[in-house]
């Protein structure tokens, strides 16, 4: 009922730049709070950045002053800027988002399949 397709990984060089991109489709009544989270290999997900419906934003120390999250609420987007990136940066970025479909009346977590970002040294 509900997607995450996430767009904008690749590799890039250290001190480069990537946009990332993700949009949610589907029966979506309301879209709430929506992040980004990174998985590096032999790694546990960790959060990268999150904005709220109010635009409350949330960044991990180690990407605070490089990533810049933003989100369109009219066409249920959100998208991280990345600069200045560095080799630990490497990862599979995955688009979160708490979404109420039509007909319910709560929100349920949504992940997108993940897109790999690989910074050389």
């Known amino acids: 009922q509900v997607q995450l397709v996430e767009s904008g990984g690749g590799l890039v060089q250290t001190g480069g730049s990537l946009r990332l991109s993700c949009a949610a489709s589907?029966?979506?009544?309301?879209?709430?709070?929506m992040g980004w989270y990174r998985q590096a290999p032999e790694k546990q997900r960790e959060l990268v950045a999150t904005?709220?419906?109010?635009?409350?934003?949330k960044y991990a120390d180690s990407v605070k002053g490089r990533f810049i999250i933003s989100r369109d609420n009219a066409n249920n987007t959100v998208s991280l800027q990345m600069n200045s990136l560095k080799p630990e940066d490497t990862a599979v970025y995955y688009c979160n988002a708490d979404i109420e479909v039509i007909g319910t009346n709560w929100y349920d977590d949504y992940w997108g399949q993940g897109t790999q970002v690989t910074v050389s040294s």
């Open positions: 589907g029966s979506i009544f309301r879209v709430n709070g």
């Open positions: 904005i709220s419906l109010s635009v409350r934003i």
